[in-house]
């Protein structure tokens, strides 16, 4: 009950009076080696770290993170964890009950729940016997994952031990891991989900003036409360210090990746996805747990890859199966304004259990200028295992590459874009009612679902639909972001918080008819912000 008063009065605050200040805090080491917290700085500082609370001007609280390379990988790793959860810990206190609390495992635990736990933590015991017997690049930066996360756990506590691998399992983990917990289990239980999650755009302009590149996440309303972050990490290697020391990304309090997935590294690369989640059950038995988690693979190729084909490489060792995605890797150090693109400038990955497809996409985007995403698989393999075909087989074109409502839209609008305003406008792009590529044989004869930025609240709750992810819900696009080559070069992109809001009302907790089942604490009432530039704690303000 303490807890709950504390978090009900911080939303409190939140809300009617509008306190947003800027905080800071840094992590010493004493001369004994033990690890200290403070709001005031220190003569040196292992990390640091700024914090701007503005979920209610902008739709977005800021943090930015950095380390002191004088020190090892393991302390700047545990320090960087420790300031972030003491300095967020009343977001993530508020992001745990939003969508954690009372949706995922607590003890006393049940059967499954039990079942659970024993996979994650036999998961987690491979993982530290592979840090102990492999010297590699690889595993320590797997190693350093797992470090962060046991510094955000002490830091939110606010009580410093030493860096370590040992973390619980369904702990402040689980933000971090929350998409592949989702599908373990699935594994476990297998169902057929049939629900997209995340729009992508690559776009090339006419002479090859400009490369965008932008995504929507698509998620549940609930995890709408937002942050923006900036890691500066500056984590050795034999070469010398990482290539992606540098990572600009949206995520959520307590998440230690960006989630959704969208990143700009200082290596040169985005990197970004859209979920094509597995339909196959008879594929659920690779997922076992001497893997690597998709959240962990995504951070360690983010971290190492210097090319789209190294960052593939990396990332489909150890393939878990879970979350599983296609991912777009774009170089930018590839891209020469007014020059045809050459090779290396996209790479797409897909993965299910079992099977990692990726390859080299740049002549493809060059010819058609544009390179869209939207929870479908592009490889055929990819495709056929993951038992799309099923779903063509049942419910029609929807399932397919070509033809579902978002693959004719893009193709369709993509020749508009001109400008950022331009390509903002198809991210953020739902005209249900009126778009005959809405329709769908539904009740009424459309769905919000249907769209680049879905609205599914404003589908009736009286309609009729053949499948649940057409129907109404709390769901739809939780956010856009945008870049170019000039944003990039600062890690800089155009961030807009909230379901799409150009064509259609804004969303507002108080007129959600769901409401009452999807807790929100921290979340503005109304979602309707404008436009906002992030590469730093700084920017946007």
Known sequence: MALQARILFLVFISIFLG???????????????QYLISDQKPIEWVAMAEFDNKVNETGWSYLSVYTNGVYSNEDQSYAAGMVEGYLTKDHIAMAWKNTVEGQFCERPLNPECEQLGNFLQQNLEWMQDQIKSQDSDYWKMVELFLIQVRGLTDGYFNHPTMPSTDIDPFGLYVLSMGDDMEDIPNAMKPKVTGSGSCSALIKLLPGYKDLYVSQDTWSTYQSMLRMLKKYDFAFQTGAGVVPGQVMTFSSYPGSLLSGDDYYLISSGLASLETTIGNNNPALYKYVTY?????????????????????????????????????????????FMPGFSPKTGLLMVLEQIPGTVIYDDQTDLLVRQSYWPSYNIAFY????????????????????????????????RDNGKVTDLASMQKLMRYNDFQHDPLARCNCTPPYSAENAISA??????????YPFGALGHRSHGGTDMKLTNLDMFQRLEFIAVSGPTWDQLPPFQWSKADFAAACPHNGHPDVFKFDPIKFNGTFSGQ
């Open 380 to 411: 055929p393999e990819i495709f056929n295992k993951s038992g799309c075909w099923d779903n063509v087989q049942k419910y029609g074109d929807w399932f397919t590459y070509d033809k579902s409502p978002r693959a004719q839209i893009f193709k």
């Open 19 to 33: 306190v947003n200040t800027l905080k800071n805090a840094y992590v010493a080491r004493t001369d004994s080696g």
């Open 455 to 464: 609205r599914c609240d404003l589908n009736p709750a009286d309609g009729t």
């Open 290 to 334: 001497n893997t690597v988690f998709e959240g962990i693979r995504t951070m360690v190729a983010n971290r190492l890859a210097t090319t789209g084909m190294e960052w593939g490489k990396t990332f489909a060792m150890f393939n878990s199966g879970t979350y599983n995605n296609q991912w777009m890797v774009v170089d930018y150090k590839v």
